[in-house]
């Protein structure tokens, strides 16, 4: 019996169609990013793994000594054995990713750099990006060498936001120059919320975190600030910690108010573990209006030449700028670079040189000048 035109049609057209979808399938296979994971005592590896659950990225190689650690997340993520190795340096032996991701204590990510850059593999730690200046100039000694990317990630940097913010601000103009910039980042505490103990021991521990919250919460300001004042190192750094919490935090602050001198702004930093909830806004002043990030969809805004304030969403942030893993797609890719952004390992040398400078100024009680 002859087939009619139009079920010729149709069946031609589904074949097209049923081809089509393998193949974009196929292709955004080949687009998920290989990494390897350095480290699983921070928790906010949580985020990669629930990506990897989505099958959004491909985890080749997990470095992780803590027995303990490995059993959790083997099996609460159904990974085999054979992802899992020692030590940094054995996996990269089997293994070639595309990025390693530290999710481990901030004194440990000199090491991750150091066994990553020599293979031509870049690395991104979570925040904040050293523990101190001489550790931070070593790993962008190290990036320049072998020519490899050393990023830093934020859980801000990905608030649209922030990112609308800084548009209105750097691109529109539409407050004026900047005059007063606060950030306040901050929870109840870390033990308060219930973070894993892994992470707590070393949170809490000045020699692998560097501080307590004036580390934890207060790199979040020195990035954003830095970034809305063009990559500039400020004048001069001055800080007051306290540690209200002895019995629960005996060895760290627990509040920390860190003050940024411009030529031309002032940038406070109120970074803590003694809020009531949890809280990640900014405010920005300029000289002809405010806005202010109320949390990472919505804004507020005010104009001088207008009575109240106009509170409305961010903008969708275009695919790149969105997550932490398409932003290193296209990183790894060249098709953008970081240079001063919030990742940017320019940015984020800057910010350590903020936190070790207010370290410094909470101990002596006098103003740091940066040189």
């Known amino acids: 019996m002859a087939i009619n035109n139009k079920v010729k049609y149709f069946l031609s057209t ?32 949580y985020l990669i793994m629930n990506s990897y659950q989505k099958a959004e990225v491909n985890i080749i190689g997990i470095a992780e000594s803590n027995p303990e650690l490995v059993t959790r997340f083997k099996t609460r993520y159904k990974i085999p054995d054979s992802i899992f190795y020692h030590n940094l340096s054995d996996l990269l032996k089997k293994k070639k990713p595309d990025v390693v991701l530290a999710y481990n204590a901030i ?42 990317h050393i990023l830093t990630n934020y859980e801000t940097t990905w608030y649209p936001s922030n990112q609308e913010i800084y548009k209105n601000v750097k691109e529109s103009n539409s407050i004026g120059a900047l005059r007063k910039i606060i950030v306040h980042d901050g929870h109840q505490g870390p033990k308060e ?35 809305l004042m063009e990559g500039k190192a400020p004048i001069s750094v001055t800080a007051i910690i306290h540690q209200i919490k002895k019995e629960v935090y005996p060895k760290v602050d627990d509040d920390a108010t860190i003050l940024l001198e411009y ?16 809280i990640k806004d900014m405010e920005v002043f300029g000289e002809t209006g405010y806005m202010q990030t109320i949390n990472e969809k919505n804004i507020r805004a005010r104009q001088n030449n207008k009575d109240g304030y106009e509170i409305y969403p961010a903008k969708t942030l275009a695919p790149t700028y969105a997550n932490h893993l398409n932003y290193l797609s296209a990183i ?5 670079k970081p240079e001063n952004d919030l990742s940017s390992l320019e940015n984020n040398l800057i910010v350590v040189r903020i936190l070790e400078a207010a370290k410094v100024s909470a101990k002596t009680g006098k103003k740091v000048i940066l040189k």
């Open 14 to 45: 589904s074949s097209f169609i049923i081809c089509f979808l393998i193949f974009s399938a196929t292709v955004y296979a080949q687009q998920k990013l290989n990494v390897a994971i350095a480290g699983l005592n921070h928790d906010h590896v």
């Open 107 to 148: 004194s440990d990510h000199l090491a991750v750099v150091e066994a990553a850059a020599p293979l031509g593999i870049s690395v991104m730690v979570e925040k904040p990006l050293a523990i101190s200046v001489k550790q931070a100039e070593r790993m962008a000694a190290l990036a320049k060498q072998y020519k490899v």
């Open 193 to 227: 919320i219930g973070v894993s103990k892994e992470f707590l021991s070393w949170l809490t521990d000045p020699d692998k975190n560097g501080a307590g919250a004036l580390v934890d919460f207060g790199c979040y300001g020195a990035n954003l600030m830095t970034w």
């Open 263 to 278: 030529p031309n702004a002032t940038g406070i930093i109120e970074a803590s573990w003694n809020w009531p909830f949890s």
């Open 332 to 336: 790894l890719k060249g098709e953008i």
